[in-house]
């Protein structure tokens, strides 16, 4: 099944994010995974603040250096995301930036 097959039958174009709390902000054009989660972004999030999560995502990717093939990783980023976006769940994993250089490969 396509992504484009997943797409709720009415895409908002404006949404009040849950994030941000802002009203008529812009959504996201199409689900950005092919399941329920996505679907409920279109309809939940903004654009900006996936923009926002996009940017933390990468953080945490580089910072923990996951390697998305993973189960584990990518279970640790959805976590991450619905706690980020929804505040569901646990707190957001930390970026120590004081650790900066110390991370053993």
């Excluded at 908002?12 to 812009?26: I, K, M, N, T």
């Excluded at 329920?36 to 953080?59: A, H, T, Y």
């Excluded at 996951?66 to 980023?77: D, G, I, K, Q, Y």
Aim: net charge negative.
């Amino acid at each position: 099944m396509a992504s484009s097959d997943r797409i709720p039958e009415s895409v908002p174009q404006r949404v009040q994010c849950v994030r941000c709390a802002r009203p008529d902000r812009e959504a996201l054009q199409r689900p950005p995974f092919p399941n329920e989660l996505g679907d409920r972004l279109v309809c939940e999030i903004c654009s900006e603040c996936w923009e926002e999560w996009k940017q933390r995502q990468m953080l945490l990717i580089n910072h923990y250096g996951l390697n998305v093939r993973e189960p584990r990783a990518r279970e640790f980023l959805v976590t991450n995301l619905r706690s980020f976006l929804f505040a569901e769940g646990d707190e957001q994993a930390d970026i120590d930036t004081s650790q900066e250089g110390t991370v053993d490969w």
